[in-house]
């Protein structure tokens, strides 16, 4: 069985010892978010391959979470702001 790592640093996929403090699947389990100091990444949770890169938080990111349907991604920074994502797009509303 192979184990795949992720990061969001340089290049695609990154080692245990990535900067990477959490991931989470999105509701349908096809993608996988996670998260290194201010930026997010959007993956596929099959293949590994990024998907997106949430970037614009000025401080590292706290918290986020896909919404129900799991079509948009919320993320909160301690820079004090909240960013709403288009999930398919990974594009900020």
């Given at each position: 069985?192979?184990?795949?790592?992720?990061?969001?640093?340089?290049?695609?996929?990154?080692?245990?010892?990535?900067?990477?403090?959490?991931?989470?699947?999105?509701?349908?389990?096809?993608?996988?978010?996670?998260?290194?100091?201010?930026?997010?990444?959007?993956?596929?949770?099959?293949?590994?391959?990024?998907?997106?890169?949430l970037s614009g938080?000025?401080?590292?990111?706290?918290?986020?979470?896909?919404?129900?349907?799991?079509?948009?991604?919320?993320?909160?920074?301690?820079?004090?702001?909240?960013?709403?994502?288009?999930?398919e797009t990974a594009?900020?509303?």
């Amino acid at each position: 069985e192979e184990i795949l790592t992720f990061g969001v640093g340089e290049g695609d996929r990154m080692d245990a010892r990535s900067s990477t403090v959490w991931a989470k699947f999105s509701p349908d389990g096809q993608s996988m978010l996670t998260s290194s100091s201010s930026v997010a990444a959007l993956w596929s949770a099959e293949t590994g391959e990024r998907l997106g890169v949430l970037s614009g938080h000025e401080r590292r990111i706290i918290a986020a979470s896909f919404s129900p349907g799991g079509s948009k991604i919320v993320t909160a920074s301690s820079d004090r702001t909240a960013r709403l994502w288009l999930a398919e797009t990974a594009a900020c509303e």
